[in-house]
């Protein structure tokens, strides 16, 4: 039986006159991975703020475990373990410290929180650390920190706002492990991302979110099927050829978009493709062949130009 | 399902007023600030005291020998040390009080960004700032014995009623804090947080501290008469000198009106000051 | 010479692009510098000169102290302290910024700017803060009547001297820094706060204990406040004590800017 443990429907915010989340509804059930990808600006991190009761939606309906966070602010947030986008360590304190005192704010008591510490120190692989200040930490070192930090309550819901960013590819996936493991668990995770590997390895369910808009929902793959083809060739003529060899690329495949710098033909099978490129006589600098990525997808929603 | 031991812990409290701001453990704040003295801000927050007793040696004594004994504002005599040290003890507890409530607080809030963290969880924003308030008035009371155990025994405080000055301190520290967190919600950037301090020079200067008001004409001194570290002079003064009369309950009047004001706008503003 | 060096010549004078650098941002704070730099003289002379002035005349009459009036006594002191204020201020906050707040001593050290250059253009920068400083100041002591004698005038140069000293020893200091929270417990109550209460600056240096006169000796307020009574009211000063008064400064001047040159390399290399 699934159990919604989060609705949002209509929720709006503006900022002045700027509108940051423009009437968007979803739901999220219970053991269940949720994703909301987007650029800078979409309007993610507002979202989760609203839902973690740490910020006041302008409009629309929002229940947290049955709960209005307008309302019941500190309640809501006694379920929840937030990593937000910056870290917000307590940097006078050490790794211990911080652990005990995040637990302390719950109302915890000391002998509950001190038979966690180790567990949580050996989770985040921080148990030579566990008296170092946190100042002295490295980058993923404090973010592994604040990811067991927000264990400490023992949450139903995580809410992750670009947990990898910043991070070293060894750093990433063993924060992706961890993630991995707590969602076994059964507990639920929301999270946001731009990196669309983290977004297909970590989500069940996933929204892609513009200016304040939801533009596409649904798993990785079915957002892969409905809006991309199976695979993609790129080719690449040279940055002052590409526009020019574009029309005869376009008839070989079910969608082309020119770049400057190459070519990307979306189709089902690439290979085939590429074959006929060949035999039609072009002579493409390089090409490469691969699977479609929710990246593409992402790109196609929410266009290539620079959002600031 | 099982309940988490914080999900019980909040459950408890649901129900009762105010209980999406409140709830009820600012304890935890003042075990945050407990636990960061123990282990770096002590030698920042300690030596704070060694600042009024400099300004005692140097004024009282070194300034006092061309001055000698003056007139309290009561008819006695006093040594010109005994007529500052309650100024200064005043004017500590003031500034203790407002950079605790105001730089420090803009700090955690837009620097350091500990205000967001504490917020993630249970805590309600009243908890925070009744917690962080707690630990300024904690510091002042320590600030407040350290000082009268140094002027005491220098023969400074003639009066047995001096000890209230100790409580006094503490209530005037509050008055200031409330009122500092208060202006601090209302501001957003350093250049206004910067007006604090060019607010504090001529309150510290022109309240008393260093002389009766006697030395300024009639309108001046009606002026300073409604800053609030005059009242707080005048009231530790009077305890310490031991020149009690009704004058002193209207100081304690002014700190409560200042404390309560303070504490209103503090209040009605804490998701502009803590959710920003 | 190859085509590059022929194109971007190591600037000469390196110091004054990083000057015209700090200029900029330090123009951005001028009402704050502005309303400190005037307020602080108008409010201490009032409060301290006339307020506690009127107590010690009450008691010892108008000339009492050093045969002058209280608040020309105080004048030459609170003068110098404004110099030395100001030079620190605009030296420790670049510093701190640049090593460890925003690091941009590490995005100019990537350009042909050298850690050298860029002390000196901070240096510089604090020397054209305290000038200004100095001459408002100035200008309001001259208001109040506190600098009539003839050789007033001298009183400025000897201020700026005293700032550039001390703001020397502290560029020095700054950059050694990496606890900054200690960093401004330590100057503002076990450094500043004593040098401005106990340097001879409320009342003359000899009339304190024996034991609380060596503070003066070390404190370059004390040395250029002698130097400023000298020239303000003609305070008895003998020759002798002129010239170790400026030796005292220029020998803090001088060390202070080696090592700080030294560390700000060092630092930046690291």
Same mark, same amino acid.
């Given at each position: 039986?699934?159990?919604?443990?989060?609705?949002?429907?209509?929720? &709006?915010?503006?900022?002045?006159?700027?509108? #940051?989340?423009?009437?968007?509804?979803? @739901?999220?059930?219970?053991?269940?991975?949720?994703?909301?990808?987007?650029?800078?600006?979409?309007?993610?991190?507002? &979202?989760?703020?609203?839902?973690?009761?740490?910020?006041?939606?302008?409009?629309?309906?929002?229940?947290?475990?049955?709960?209005?966070?307008?309302?019941?602010?500190?309640?809501?947030?006694?379920?929840?373990?937030?990593?937000?986008?910056?870290?917000?360590?307590?940097?006078?304190?050490?790794?211990?410290?911080?652990?005990?005192?995040?637990?302390?704010?719950?109302?915890?008591?000391?002998?509950?929180?001190?038979?966690?510490?180790?567990?949580?120190?050996?989770?985040?692989?921080?148990?030579?650390?566990?008296?170092?200040?946190?100042?002295?930490?490295?980058?993923?070192?404090?973010?592994?920190?604040?990811?067991?930090?927000?264990?400490?309550?023992?949450?139903? @819901?995580?809410?992750?706002?670009?947990?990898? /960013?910043?991070?070293?590819?060894? #750093?990433?996936?063993?924060?992706?492990?961890?993630?991995?493991?707590l969602k076994e668990d059964g507990i639920t995770l929301l999270l946001t991302t731009h990196y669309m590997d983290e977004a297909e390895q970590l989500c069940d369910r996933l929204i892609v979110m513009d200016k304040g808009r939801i533009m596409a929902e649904?798993?990785? #793959?079915?957002? @892969?099927?409905?809006?991309? /083809?199976?695979?993609?060739?790129?080719?690449?003529?040279?940055?002052?050829?590409?526009?020019?060899?574009?029309?005869?690329?376009?008839?070989?495949?079910?969608r082309i978009e020119v770049l400057p710098d190459r070519i990307l033909l979306y189709t089902e099978n690439a290979e085939t493709v590429l074959e006929n490129i060949v035999a039609a006589g072009h002579h493409p600098n390089t090409s490469l062949v691969r699977r479609t990525s929710l990246e593409d997808v992402f790109l196609r929603l929410t266009g290539r130009s620079l959002i600031e | 399902m099982l309940l988490s031991a914080a999900v019980a812990i909040a459950e408890r409290r649901s129900g009762k007023p105010g209980d999406h701001y409140y709830a009820g453990r600012s304890r935890a704040v003042v075990e945050r600030s407990y636990i960061a003295f123990k282990s770096s801000t002590w030698f920042v927050i300690l030596s704070g005291f060694v600042e009024p007793v400099l300004y005692l040696l140097s004024f009282g004594y070194g300034v006092g020998q061309f001055i000698g004994n003056i007139d309290s504002g009561t008819g006695k005599m006093v040594s010109y040390a005994a007529f500052i040290a309650p100024g200064l003890l005043a004017t500590s507890a003031m500034n203790g009080a407002i950079y605790d409530s105001t730089w420090n607080v803009f700090f955690k809030m837009h620097e350091s960004r500990l205000y967001h963290g504490m917020l993630a969880t249970s805590l309600g924003p009243l908890d925070v700032a009744l917690g962080?308030?707690?630990?300024?008035?904690?510091?002042?009371?320590?600030?407040?014995?350290?000082?009268?155990?140094?002027?005491?025994?220098?023969?400074?405080?003639?009066?047995?009623?001096?000890?209230?000055?100790?409580?006094?301190?503490?209530?005037?520290?509050?008055?200031?804090?409330?009122f *500092?967190?208060?202006?601090?919600?209302?501001?957003?950037?350093?250049?206004?947080?910067?007006?604090?301090?060019?607010?504090?020079?001529?309150?510290?200067?022109?309240? *008393?501290?260093?002389?009766?008001?006697?030395?300024?004409?009639?309108?001046?001194?009606?002026?300073?008469?409604?800053?609030?570290?005059?009242?707080?002079?005048?009231?530790?003064?009077?305890?310490?000198? *031991?020149?009690?009369?009704m004058r002193l309950f209207g100081h304690v009047l002014y700190f409560l009106v200042m404390i309560a004001g303070g504490l209103f706008f503090t209040t009605r503003r804490l998701n502009a000051l803590f959710m920003r | 010479m190859s085509a590059v060096e022929k194109k971007r010549p190591v600037p000469r004078f390196g110091a004054l692009y990083v000057l015209e650098a700090r200029m900029k941002s330090m123009l951005k704070f001028l009402w704050v510098i502005s309303a400190i730099a005037i307020l602080n003289p108008v409010l201490y002379l009032v409060s301290i000169?006339?307020?506690?002035?009127?107590?010690?005349?009450?008691?010892?009459?108008?000339?009492?102290?050093?045969?002058?009036?209280?608040?020309?006594?105080?004048?030459?002191?609170?003068?110098?302290? =404004?110099?030395?204020?100001?030079?620190?201020?605009?030296?420790?906050?670049?510093? !701190?910024?640049?090593?460890?707040?925003?690091?941009?001593?590490?995005?100019?050290? =990537?350009?042909?700017?050298?850690?050298?250059?860029? %002390?000196?253009?901070?240096?510089?920068?604090?020397?054209?803060?305290?000038?200004?400083?100095?001459?408002?100041?100035?200008?309001?002591?001259?208001?109040?009547? %506190?600098?009539?004698s003839p050789h007033s005038y001298l009183a400025i140069p000897i201020a700026i001297f005293a700032g550039a000293s001390f703001g020397a020893v502290m560029l020095a200091f700054a950059s050694h820094?990496?606890?900054?929270?200690?960093?401004?417990?330590?100057?503002?109550?076990?450094?500043?706060?004593?040098?401005?209460?106990?340097?001879?600056?409320?009342?003359?240096?000899?009339?304190?204990?024996?034991?609380?006169?060596?503070?003066?000796?070390?404190?370059?307020?004390?040395? %250029?406040?002698?130097?400023?009574?000298?020239?303000?009211?003609?305070?008895?000063?003998?020759?002798?004590?002129?010239?170790?008064?400026?030796?005292?400064?220029?020998?803090? !001047?001088?060390l202070g800017l080696i090592i700080a040159f030294r560390q700000y390399t060092k630092r930046l290399a690291k």
């Open positions: 039986m699934s159990e919604n443990l989060i609705e949002v429907r209509g929720l &709006t915010k503006k900022y002045g006159d700027f509108l #940051a989340v423009d009437g968007i509804d979803f @739901i999220v059930q219970k053991s269940e991975s949720f994703g909301l990808l987007g650029p800078n600006g979409a309007g993610k991190s507002t &979202t989760m703020r609203i839902i973690a009761a740490t910020s006041q939606r302008t409009s629309g309906e929002v229940s947290v475990l049955g709960k209005d966070p307008e309302i019941q602010g500190p309640q809501i947030r006694a379920h929840l373990g937030v990593v937000p986008q910056q870290d917000n360590l307590d940097t006078q304190l050490t790794v211990t410290e911080n652990l005990y005192i995040y637990g302390r704010y719950f109302g915890l008591s000391k002998k509950f929180i001190n038979s966690k510490i180790s567990d949580l120190l050996e989770f985040a692989q921080l148990e030579e650390k566990r008296d170092t200040k946190v100042e002295a930490l490295s980058g993923g070192m404090k973010r592994r920190l604040t990811i067991a930090r927000s264990l400490v309550s023992e949450p139903d @819901i995580l809410i992750l706002d670009e947990p990898t /960013t910043g991070l070293d590819p060894q #750093a990433r996936h063993i924060l992706w492990d961890r993630l991995f493991r649904g798993n990785p #793959a079915a957002l @892969i099927k409905k809006y991309s /083809t199976k695979e993609v060739l790129e080719v690449r003529f040279g940055s002052n050829r590409n526009a020019v060899m574009a029309p005869a690329m376009r008839e070989l495949c079910e | 962080e308030m707690a630990w300024a008035l904690l510091r002042g009371l320590v600030y407040a014995m350290g000082f009268m155990i140094v002027v005491a025994p220098l023969g400074l405080i003639p009066s047995w009623w001096g000890i209230l000055a100790i409580p006094a301190a503490v209530l005037i520290a509050f008055g200031f804090a409330a *500092g967190m208060a202006v601090t919600s209302y501001f957003t950037t350093f250049q206004q947080m910067g007006l604090i301090n060019i607010a504090l020079l001529p309150i510290f200067l022109f309240s *008393g501290a260093f002389y009766p008001l006697t030395v300024f004409p009639g309108w001046t001194q009606a002026l300073i008469k409604a800053l609030p570290l005059w009242h707080a002079i005048e009231l530790i003064r009077g305890l310490t000198l *031991g020149a009690i009369d | 000169g006339l307020g506690v002035g009127t107590l010690i005349t009450n008691n010892i009459g108008p000339n009492g102290i050093d045969g002058v009036s209280y608040l020309v006594f105080i004048a030459p002191a609170l003068l110098a302290t =404004s110099a030395i204020q100001g030079a620190m201020d605009e030296v420790i906050f670049p510093t !701190l910024d640049g090593f460890k707040w925003a690091r941009i001593f590490y995005g100019i050290n =990537s350009t042909p700017q050298t850690g050298s250059t860029i %002390a000196a253009g901070v240096f510089l920068t604090a020397m054209v803060r305290t000038t200004l400083s100095v001459l408002a100041y100035s200008g309001i002591l001259y208001l109040f009547g %506190a600098m009539d820094v990496n606890n900054e929270d200690m960093f401004f417990t330590i100057v503002g109550r076990f450094l500043i706060g004593p040098m401005f209460l106990f340097s001879g600056t409320f009342y003359p240096l000899n009339t304190l204990p024996i034991g609380l006169q060596f503070f003066g000796w070390i404190s370059p307020l004390w040395h %250029a406040t002698e130097l400023g009574r000298f020239a303000t009211y003609g305070h008895h000063i003998s020759t002798t004590m002129v010239i170790v008064h400026v030796i005292f400064l220029l020998t803090m !001047l001088v």
